[in-house]
């Protein structure tokens, strides 16, 4: 069974740092890409960042230069640094990731989500 666990939410000031870490663990092969998406109250569930196994990594134009997406292959763990926080950034974060299960199959995995609220 795989799992996708996060960790690393809270309540942060406008112009605050957080950083959000996502772990992959079961049985499966490979993963092929990790991201980030998010989900404030009344809206849509959008993207925020991805990174491939390769490491290219691609952003929601709202969140480039101010958070940086990266991983650690070997440890099946993403990673997500979050700067210059505002509170347009207050929501739900979502770790998601692309696993080659045991039957051959590439599948996306949901993490349970961790909330990320930026206030004075």
């Given at each position: 069974?795989?799992?996708?666990?996060?960790?690393?939410?809270?309540?942060?000031?406008p112009?605050?740092?957080l950083?959000?870490?996502?772990?992959?663990?079961?049985?499966?092969?490979?993963?092929?890409?990790?991201?980030?998406?998010?989900?404030?109250?009344?809206?849509?569930?959008?993207?925020?960042?991805?990174?491939?196994?390769?490491?290219?990594t691609?952003?929601?134009?709202?969140?480039?230069?101010?958070?940086?997406?990266?991983?650690?292959?070997?440890?099946?763990?993403?990673?997500?640094?979050?700067?210059?926080?505002?509170?347009?950034?207050?929501?739900?974060?979502?770790?998601?990731?692309?696993?080659?299960?045991?039957?051959?199959?590439?599948?996306?995995?949901?993490?349970?989500?961790?909330?990320?609220?930026?206030?004075?």
């Amino acid at each position: 069974q795989v799992q996708l666990v996060e960790s690393g939410g809270g309540l942060v000031q406008p112009g605050g740092s957080l950083r959000l870490s996502c772990t992959a663990s079961g049985s499966f092969f490979s993963i092929n890409a990790m991201g980030w998406y998010r989900q404030a109250p009344g809206k849509q569930r959008e993207l925020v960042a991805l990174i491939s196994r390769a490491g290219v990594t691609n952003y929601v134009d709202s969140v480039k230069g101010r958070f940086t997406v990266s991983s650690n292959n070997a440890k099946n763990t993403v990673y997500l640094q979050m700067n210059s926080l505002d509170p347009e950034d207050t929501a739900v974060y979502y770790c998601n990731a692309e696993i080659l299960t045991l039957d051959n199959t590439w599948r996306p995995y949901w993490g349970q989500g961790t909330q990320v609220t930026v206030s004075s």
